[in-house]
C-alpha cells in the first residue's frame, strides 16, 4: 500500500493548482470537492477532477484521492459517479458519524467499481474520524470488524469542524495548546487506527509559513504514533515527508535489535548497547523498516 505520510489538499476547482500539486513530491493529492470549493463551482471541481485522474492514470507520482461531499448532502452521490474511475487511489470521506458510513460508501464503490471496470476493492477510504460529536461517541467501532473496514486505507484526525459542530468559539486554550475535548480526539483516533490497523494522519498545521513549528509539530505527532499528516501547501510537504520517516539512526538501531533476536530465535530479551530489549522492541523495529519504503 503507498505510504501515506504526506496527503496534500488541493481545491479541484482549480486547474493551475492541480497541476502545480503533481510536483509536490506529496504521497497522495486529496482533490478537494467539499469546504475548498464553493456551492456554485462542485460542477466544475467535479469535472476538473475526473479529467485530472484520467490524464494522470498510469503516470505514477502521487497517489490521487478525492475528499467527497459528506454523505448526507446532495452532492455526494454526484461526486462518486464523477471520480469513481480508473486511476482513482480512493475516497476520503469527511464528517462520518459513525463506522456505519464508512459501510454505506464501500457498498456504493463496489457498485460503481463494477461499472467502470476497476478492479474490485480498487478505491479505498480513508476517513475523517473526528469531525462529528457522533463520531467521537462511536469511535469504538473500528475494532468491530464492519463491512467494508477492509477498503479502510488510513484514518485523519480533524480538529476544525468539530469545534463548529460543539459550538466552540475555539479549539484551543490561552496557552495555544488543544482543549480537552481535541486532545481526547486525537488519541481516539490513534486507538481508532491501531483497532483498524491502518495508519493515522494528523490534522493540518495551519501556519504554512512556519517551517520550524511544523517540524516540531510533526516530529512530536510520529513520537505519539501518528504515521503521517495533512498539508494545506505544497511547501509543508518536504518537511512532512521527513518527519514522517525513520531517520538514519534509527534505522541502523531497529535493523541491530532484528538482526538481534534472528541470532537468537529462543530469547525473550535480549541487552543491545546496555539496554534491554523484547518483542514489543523487536515488533517496534520491524514496524520502523517496514515504514521505510515510502522515503525518498
Given at each position: 500500500?503507498?505510504?501515506?505520510?504526506s496527503?496534500?489538499?488541493?481545491?479541484?476547482?482549480?486547474?493551475?493548482?492541480?497541476?502545480?500539486?503533481?510536483?509536490?513530491?506529496?504521497?497522495?493529492l486529496?482533490?478537494?470537492?467539499?469546504?475548498?470549493v464553493?456551492?456554485?463551482r462542485?460542477?466544475?471541481?467535479?469535472s476538473?477532477a475526473?479529467e485530472?485522474i484520467?490524464?494522470?492514470?498510469?503516470?505514477?507520482g502521487?497517489?490521487?484521492?478525492v475528499?467527497?461531499n459528506?454523505?448526507?448532502?446532495?452532492?455526494?452521490i454526484?461526486?462518486?459517479?464523477?471520480?469513481?474511475l480508473p486511476?482513482?487511489?480512493?475516497?476520503?470521506?469527511?464528517?462520518?458519524?459513525?463506522v456505519a458510513?464508512?459501510?454505506r460508501?464501500?457498498?456504493?464503490?463496489?457498485?460503481l467499481?463494477?461499472?467502470?471496470?476497476m478492479?474490485?476493492g480498487?478505491?479505498?477510504?480513508?476517513?475523517v474520524a473526528?469531525?462529528?460529536?457522533?463520531?467521537?461517541?462511536n469511535?469504538?467501532?473500528?475494532?468491530s470488524?464492519?463491512?467494508?473496514?477492509?477498503r479502510?486505507?488510513?484514518l485523519i484526525?480533524?480538529?476544525?469542524?468539530?469545534s463548529?459542530?460543539?459550538g466552540?468559539?475555539?479549539?484551543?486554550?490561552?496557552?495555544?495548546?488543544?482543549?480537552?475535548?481535541?486532545?481526547?480526539?486525537?488519541?481516539?483516533?490513534l486507538?481508532?487506527?491501531?483497532?483498524a490497523?491502518?495508519?493515522?494522519i494528523?490534522?493540518?498545521?495551519?501556519?504554512?509559513?512556519?517551517e520550524r513549528?511544523?517540524?516540531?509539530?510533526?516530529?512530536?505527532?510520529?513520537?505519539?504514533?501518528?504515521?503521517?499528516?495533512i498539508?494545506?501547501?505544497?511547501?509543508q510537504?518536504?518537511?512532512?515527508?521527513t518527519?514522517?520517516?525513520?531517520?538514519?539512526q534509527e534505522?541502523?538501531?531497529?535493523?541491530?535489535?532484528?538482526?538481534a533476536f534472528?541470532?537468537?530465535?529462543?530469547?525473550?530479551a535480549?541487552?543491545?548497547?546496555?539496554?534491554?530489549?523484547d518483542?514489543?522492541?523487536?515488533?517496534?523495529?520491524?514496524?520502523?523498516?517496514g515504514?521505510?519504503?515510502?522515503?525518498q
Open positions: 500500500m503507498t505510504a501515506l505520510r496527503m496534500l489538499f488541493v481545491p479541484a476547482d482549480s486547474d493551475r493548482k492541480l497541476a502545480k500539486a503533481v510536483d509536490s513530491r506529496a504521497d497522495a486529496i482533490l478537494d470537492l467539499e469546504d475548498s464553493a456551492d456554485g462542485k460542477p466544475l471541481a467535479r476538473l475526473a485530472f484520467a490524464e494522470r492514470k498510469g503516470q505514477g502521487p497517489a490521487l484521492y475528499r467527497i459528506p454523505l448526507d448532502t446532495e452532492w455526494a454526484q461526486d462518486l459517479a464523477a471520480v469513481c486511476g482513482v487511489a480512493g475516497i476520503v470521506l469527511p464528517k462520518i458519524h459513525s458510513d464508512i459501510t460508501l464501500a457498498y456504493g464503490l463496489d457498485a467499481e463494477a461499472r467502470t471496470g478492479a474490485a480498487q478505491a479505498k477510504i480513508v476517513a473526528t469531525e462529528t460529536p457522533q463520531a467521537i461517541l469511535m469504538h467501532g473500528y475494532a470488524g464492519a463491512p467494508g473496514l477492509g479502510l486505507a488510513g484526525w480533524g480538529a476544525e469542524d468539530l463548529t459542530a460543539i466552540a468559539t475555539s479549539n484551543r486554550e490561552a496557552s495555544g495548546e488543544y482543549s480537552p475535548l481535541y486532545v481526547l480526539a486525537s488519541a481516539l483516533c486507538s481508532a487506527s491501531a483497532a490497523n491502518v495508519p493515522a494528523d490534522t493540518l498545521y495551519a501556519d504554512f509559513k512556519d513549528g511544523l517540524e516540531d509539530a510533526c516530529r512530536a505527532s510520529r513520537s505519539r504514533g501518528f504515521r503521517g499528516r498539508a494545506i501547501h505544497p511547501s510537504v518536504d518537511i512532512i515527508n518527519s514522517y520517516s525513520p531517520s538514519p534505522l541502523v538501531r531497529a535493523q541491530r535489535i532484528v538482526d534472528a541470532n537468537h530465535p529462543q530469547a525473550g535480549l541487552s543491545i548497547d546496555g539496554l534491554m530489549v518483542k514489543p522492541h523487536l515488533i517496534q523495529s520491524l514496524r520502523t523498516l515504514s521505510n519504503f515510502g522515503s
